[in-house]
């Protein structure tokens, strides 16, 4: 328990840091001083702004976007001068100060956005400010932006209560599926007691909450692609080797042990603890929060988004940790009082492990997904399911309840089989490859492009306006599951098909942490895949049908049809 909480404050005084940095005197200057922006409005009734730009930094003139604002509307952008930039090649950039007038007719809120640089060599983020022209309603925003500006203007208290009922929501989505067999087994597994459940689950919740919160403000601070740096297959193997290896003492295989020094401390720091202990339950709970960390969500990037825009780390970091717990309380509350539906302890609980210790393997095959050809990952589910038929014949002491649930798993494991030796994926529809149905959808899937630099996205970009097009930027990874699923249940749908048939449509490949894929991912903000933006026939995004996270093949159409009826 001294090591967990020595754990928790080292975790808590990293945040602090982030949030409260030392007061050394900074290389670079912040964004708002490098790039300090003002604007005024004129007696002609026009709005006049001006960026007033430090020596030794620059603006870039392709960055500057005026949100919703109509085209007709937009101030006329000076030359800038040339400038040779390692991503985009020779670029316009603005020095000393920029100067735009706004016409009188503009009117309403505009959402202005601007990136530069140092000569030193460091590059901001991009930046975003709305002014206000009036005479006109707030214009709409995307999900994402919408928890932004109310992280912006609410009261920490509301904002904490906002993000936790969030986390609530969360908790019954499939990014928190594979949490559900870890703290069952630290908990259910461990026989303890109804009290002694809370703590270790509290322990857990609060662990992984803790995680996720520093993995946010570290990816929103310092602008990095850590789903990216989580999702490599070396990170997520030794993962999946951790439940491996905690699903073999369920099988009563053997027993871990620690090193003898380190045993004998920790047995006479538990020996007053029954039923687990609150250090493992809380590594455990770590572990849990690395692997959420990465399942984009819309809160989760509005509280990014939040962090990036603002500076505000700390009430990122609390908001996100409020969000964490809204998402583990109902996995407590089903570990804990869910286990009073159980009978009392007997040998039925050895049942209990060998069935947590093959929800663990589920979990470990849950972990490699991402990297995982899906065949083969379907081959290895197929080979799970039939030894779970084998165990239940073998150790479910009711005949009738062994010999129905062997029957079913091994006739399922056997369709996995076979559904696998076709190229399969589909574990709910493992003969579908079978039917011919799949090949016909993808003979009339219309072509897509998948970019992974800059340039090419730029290219594809410049071509599509020259036709007037709708462009459609799917932003995708390999180990991204949820990119996956849509491309399953919603791209190769002959509806969807149909709807995009005049769309480009172009996947931005972010799968690599690379300095390419990182300006891939600062071109439009976006904090990870999957994210859908939309470019309308003038090359500009309608930020507020932007979609973050896993949606619908229903919900994606009906924001299709609102975005292109609104031109």
Not at 241 to 248: E, I, M, P, S, T
Not at 276 to 292: E, I, K, Q, T
Not at 311 to 333: E, N, R, S
Not at 366 to 374: A, S, Y
């Amino acid at each position: 328990m001294k090591l967990f909480a020595l754990w928790a404050m080292l975790l808590f005084s990293t945040l602090a840091q982030a949030a409260f940095p030392l007061a050394v005197e900074p290389r670079f200057l912040p964004a708002d001083r490098a790039f300090s922006l003002s604007h005024e409005t004129l007696a002609s009734g026009e709005q006049r702004l001006h960026w007033d730009i430090a020596p030794g930094y620059y603006l870039y003139k392709n960055r500057l976007l005026f949100g919703e604002l109509p085209a007709d509307q937009h101030p006329a952008l000076p030359e800038g001068i040339a400038h040779h930039d390692e991503f985009f090649g020779e670029q316009p950039v603005y020095r000393d100060s920029l100067e735009l007038t706004l016409p009188a007719t503009a009117r309403g809120q505009v959402k202005l956005s601007w990136q530069g640089c140092a000569d030193a060599g460091l590059c901001y983020p991009p930046q975003t400010q709305v002014i206000d022209l009036g005479g006109a309603a707030v214009a709409p925003q995307a999900s994402d932006q919408a928890l932004a500006s109310g992280l912006q203007g609410r009261t920490l208290g509301l904002s904490l209560l906002v993000f936790f009922g969030l986390g609530l929501l969360l908790a019954f989505t499939p990014c928190s599926l594979p949490m559900l067999p870890i703290l069952a087994g630290v908990v259910v597994g461990s026989g303890a007691s109804t009290r002694r459940s809370v703590l270790l689950a509290s322990s857990y919740v609060v662990s992984m909450a803790l995680v996720y919160a520093g993995m946010g403000v570290v990816a929103a601070l310092l602008g990095a692609n850590l789903q990216a740096t989580l999702q490599q297959p070396l990170v997520l193997g030794a993962f999946a080797a951790l439940f491996v290896l905690l699903a073999l003492p369920m099988f009563g295989l053997f027993e871990l042990q620690l090193p003898s020094a380190l045993r004998d401390r920790l047995q006479q720091a538990g020996s007053r603890q029954r039923g687990g202990s609150l250090l493992g339950a809380g590594v455990l709970g770590l572990f849990s929060g690395v692997l959420v960390g990465p399942c984009m969500t819309a809160p989760l990037a509005g509280a990014l988004l939040y962090i990036a825009q603002s500076g505000d780390a700390l009430k990122g970091a609390l908001v996100l940790f409020a969000m964490g717990l809204g998402m583990g309380l109902p996995l407590v509350a089903l570990v804990t009082v869910g286990q009073r539906l159980l009978p009392k302890p007997g040998a039925w609980m050895n049942l209990v492990k060998g069935v947590f210790g093959l929800l663990f393997l589920g979990t470990a095959l849950l972990v490699v997904r991402p990297v995982l050809d899906p065949a083969t990952w379907l081959l290895l589910a197929a080979l799970l399911t039939l030894g779970a038929a084998t165990a239940s014949a073998i150790k479910v002491s009711h005949r009738l309840v062994g010999t129905t649930a062997a029957t079913m798993l091994g006739l399922w494991g056997v369709l996995m089989l076979v559904g696998a030796a076709g190229g399969s994926d589909d574990p709910l529809q493992p003969l579908k490859v079978y039917t011919g149905q799949a090949a016909a959808t993808s003979t009339n899937n219309p072509p897509v492009a998948q970019v992974d630099q800059p340039q090419a996205l730029q290219a594809e970009l410049d071509a599509a306006q020259a036709a007037g097009q709708w462009v459609l930027l799917d932003y995708t990874a390999d180990w991204c599951v949820n990119c996956k699923v849509m491309e399953k249940n919603i791209f190769q749908h002959p509806q969807t098909q149909a709807a995009l048939a005049q769309v480009r449509r172009l996947k931005v490949d972010v799968t690599h942490d690379t300095p390419a894929s990182r300006a891939l991912l600062d071109r439009y903000q976006v904090v990870g895949p999957p994210t859908l933006i939309w470019l309308g026939p003038n090359g500009e995004e309608r930020r507020a049908q932007r979609i973050t996270g896993l949606v619908d093949r229903a919900t994606f159409l009906a924001n299709w049809n609102t975005t292109k009826d609104q031109g």
